[in-house]
């Protein structure tokens, strides 16, 4: 079969054969625009010297356009139906490995060592299950993997937080990890009507570029991604009343002023309006002493 994968009707003609029925509890929404897949690679830098990791294949409709444009593919699908679709959709490549696994319990750093060569460029590409998005992200950059980029379709409005700014609504600690770890911009906005069933939420694609090295020195990084989840505890109130409560029965209010004073930065302010760098000096001032 010469027609991609990612079309309407092959889609519904891959589902038919199979008797494939989607499962909701598993994010499952599939793409049928060869299009926008098009733009997804090459907004994630794919060519044909690199390795690609996919985060849930599906029937395979980015995952083809993958094997057509990456040097190798490896992809993580937890749910077992999809296997002999994929088999059969991706006969045509032999350059894909399929890992019948959720990627939460999974070994990357060793898929990695086993799939690709010793020190190529990797991209991460994926049309993520929304319901697990944040855990997702949050462990292939905690793990600290070799990787160079990560590009992925996730609901627009948790995008928008993982790549704000400060001083606007999106901001927030989900901005500030992220950012610790990569450089974040949303690179386009996708409509509903390319997946199949639609969801019901808006999408965009994140583009995330591993940084080399923080853009910050802090002396405990979970002290720091606390000490910023504290300070966003209740986005009206000012950093003197987050971190009091965030301190409270081991440290007072002039002893908090005390340390805000010594790092310059002023109590009546907002976590929203705070930089990463401020984040930084504040959770470094508060460590040294306080536990
Ligand atoms: N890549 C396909 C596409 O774009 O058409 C499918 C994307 S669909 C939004 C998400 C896929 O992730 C589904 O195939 C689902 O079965 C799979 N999935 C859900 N939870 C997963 C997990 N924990 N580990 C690996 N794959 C998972």
Do not use: W
């Amino acid at each position: 079969n010469n027609k991609a994968v990612a079309t309407p009707t092959r889609t519904k003609e891959i589902l038919e054969t199979y008797g494939f029925s989607f499962k909701k509890s598993l994010g499952q929404n599939f793409l049928i625009d060869v299009n926008i897949l098009k733009n997804i690679i090459e907004h994630a830098g794919i060519d044909h010297s690199v390795g690609a990791i996919e985060i849930g294949p599906g029937i395979g409709a980015l995952t083809e356009q993958l094997a057509i444009h990456a040097d190798r593919v490896a992809a993580f699908e937890i749910d077992q139906r999809l296997l002999p679709i994929l088999e059969d959709t991706l006969s045509a490549y032999d350059n894909v490995h399929i890992i019948n696994q959720d990627i939460l319990e999974a070994d990357v750093t060793s898929v990695i060592k086993n799939t690709f060569h010793e020190g190529q460029e990797i991209h991460v590409v994926a049309n993520l299950p929304y319901y697990i998005t944040t855990p997702i992200l949050m462990k292939l950059l905690m793990d600290q993997l070799p990787i160079d980029s990560i590009t992925v379709m996730i609901q627009k409005e948790v995008a928008d937080r993982m790549a704000a700014e400060p001083n606007t609504k999106s901001y927030g600690s989900l901005s500030i990890a992220v950012q610790y770890y990569t450089e974040a911009h949303v690179s386009m906005n996708v409509p509903k009507t390319v997946f199949m069933p639609q969801p019901n939420v808006d999408s965009s694609v994140l583009h995330l570029k591993m940084r080399d090295q923080p853009p910050v020195e802090v002396v405990d990084e979970n002290f720091f991604f606390e000490i910023a989840r504290a300070t966003f505890g209740q986005r009206r109130k000012t950093l003197m009343n987050n971190l009091a409560r965030h301190f409270k029965g081991k440290m007072d209010k002039e002893e908090i002023r005390h340390r805000l004073q010594r790092v310059e930065i002023d109590p009546g302010r907002r976590g929203e309006s705070l930089t990463m760098e401020e984040f930084a000096r504040l959770a470094n001032v508060f460590y040294s002493e306080s536990i």
